[in-house]
């Protein structure tokens, strides 16, 4: 089952606008993670936000994590054309015993030049 | 930099053939995982390992099986393909949280 839930499943701006994306998950998490992935390629890790965070910065990337509404946002400012990819969250659980990380379906991002 | 290789970039293959997908890191990672990635579906777990000889089902382990006789091998084994196995393959390692994908194997089984 996906833990995970991106939201817009697709979104386009132009070069130089602010991109948001949005995460939500069900159950109890230790981190969360944002993935970017350019079209048929592997995963590239972004940034992780632990579970006692609410916010974090790396360059142009801004995390944010509600656990009271079980929710994340990735903010992308100035935008570039090369930020077109899709992106996507993951979340940390134990489970059995080890620790689980579930994707959730992406979000497709067209910046347009 | 971390590396992960997979073995090919594009496969075809027949129905009922035994299909061997491989995966190599280099950063000495103790966990290894397979994933299927679908249209609509995002990624799905198929298998992980978290040590040599060792596996553990994931979210869809059926028609699938793994092997790990090397810290950094991972290979994926259709044992009798089906068209509904027609997927993207991502291979991924890790030591901690994040995970080091390879860039996917598409495979198409006809």
């Known amino acids: ?96 015993g080890y620790q689980k990380v579930t994707f959730g379906i992406g979000t497709k991002l067209q910046v347009i030049p | 930099d971390v590396k992960v290789t997979q073995s090919s970039r594009y496969l075809v293959k027949r129905t009922g053939e035994k299909v061997f997908l491989e995966c190599v890191q280099d950063m000495d990672h103790e966990n290894m995982f397979w994933y299927r990635q679908d249209p609509g579906l995002g990624l799905r777990l198929i298998y992980f390992s978290y040590d040599v000889k060792m596996k553990e089902k994931g979210d869809i382990p059926e028609g699938y099986s793994v092997s790990r006789e090397k810290k950094e091998r991972f290979s994926l084994i259709l044992e009798s393909a089906s068209t509904n196995q027609t997927s993207m393959y991502l291979c991924a390692s890790g030591g901690g949280h994040e995970q080091y994908f390879g860039p996917g194997t598409r495979l198409t089984v006809t």
């Not at chain 1, 817009?8 to 159950?27: D, F, H, R, V």
């Not at chain 1, 048929?40 to 992780?48: A, D, M, N, S, T």
Request: net charge positive; proline share 1%; hydrophobic share 25%.
């Open chain 1, 1 to 96: 089952s996906q833990q995970g839930e991106e939201d817009p499943q697709a979104l386009s701006i132009q070069e130089g606008e602010n991109a948001t994306m949005n995460c939500s998950y069900k159950t109890s998490i230790n981190n969360l993670q944002w993935y970017r992935q350019n079209s048929g390629r592997g995963l590239v890790h972004l940034i992780l936000i632990r579970s006692n965070e609410r916010e974090k910065h790396s360059g142009r990337l801004r995390v944010t994590l509600d656990t009271s509404k079980k929710s994340s946002s990735l903010l992308i400012t100035a935008s570039r054309a090369a930020d077109t990819a899709s992106y996507f969250c993951a979340t940390d659980q134990y489970s059995g």
